[in-house]
T-cell receptor, first 112, second 111 residues
Framework: DAGITQSPRHKVTETGTPVTLRCHQT?????MYWYRQDPGHGLRLIHY???????DKGEVSDGYSVSRSKTEDFLLTLESATSSQTSVYFC???????????FGDGTRLSIL | RKEVEQDPGPFNVPEGATVAFNCTYS??????FFWYRQDCRKEPKLLMS???SGNEDGRFTAQLNRASQYISLLIRDSKLSDSATYLC????????????FGAGTRLFVKA
């Protein structure tokens, strides 16, 4: 399995609080992605990164920000969490933009 | 119309059966295609890439039909362990690194 670690694995927090999810990889892959998965929807891309300090928005980026200061770490931040951001969040990595992506175990986030 | 559409199922089949899933995509310029499987409350895992000429991996066969804009996955001799949700994944040529995931097709294989 690809060396991807997401933390925390579970989190419950309140509306309005900031939340940061971490994705750590040991594969030295250039590309990293954050997705959310909700019932009835496919995985939807939030943000992605194509290198250190190089990031771009996905289709559901509103309310989220990311940072990548090292190749191995990609952080997803919810500046002020809302109940609509309750979801399962997956991090993924790929060697290049055209290669298949490999996923971390996911973070289950509940915003009350 | 969704960019990638799959029949949500569920498909209920007995062990040993052959089952096929289709997935249609709307962007004719799509470049890369994949099938992933996802077990309940787990992460998606790559099952196989889909090549223009079709490809096979053991009991699994993937086909691409660009003219009709669909990809298919055939599972032969189904096992109980094949029970999962199968995700169709399409990457358009344009749009940077945008990757579109279907919502998945659920498969239950019963003894």
């Amino acid at each position: 399995d690809a060396g991807i670690t997401q933390s925390p694995r579970h989190k419950v927090t309140e509306t309005g609080t900031p939340v940061t999810l971490r994705c750590h990889q040991t594969e030295n892959h250039r590309y990293m992605y954050w997705y959310r998965q909700d019932p009835g929807h496919g995985l939807r891309l939030i943000h992605y990164s194509y290198g250190v300090k190089d990031t771009d928005k996905g289709e559901v980026s509103d309310g989220y920000s990311v940072s990548r200061s090292k190749t191995e770490d990609f952080l997803l931040t919810l500046e002020s969490a809302t109940s609509s951001q309750t979801s399962v969040y997956f991090c993924a990595i790929s060697e290049s933009g055209n290669q298949p992506q490999h996923f971390g175990d996911g973070t289950r986030l509940s915003i009350l | 119309r969704k960019e990638v559409e799959q029949d949500p199922g569920p498909f209920n089949v007995p062990e040993g059966a052959t089952v096929a899933f289709n997935c249609t995509y709307s962007n004719s310029a799509s470049q890369s295609f994949f099938w992933y499987r996802q077990d309940c409350r787990k992460e998606p895992k790559l099952l196989m890439s889909v090549y223009s000429s079709g490809n096979e991996d053991g009991r699994f066969t993937a086909q691409l039909n660009r003219a009709s804009q669909y990809i298919s996955l055939l599972i032969r001799d189904s096992k109980l362990s094949d029970s999962a949700t199968y995700l169709c994944v399409v990457r358009p040529l344009e749009g940077g690194f945008k990757t579109i995931f279907g919502a998945g097709t659920r498969l239950f294989v019963k003894a």
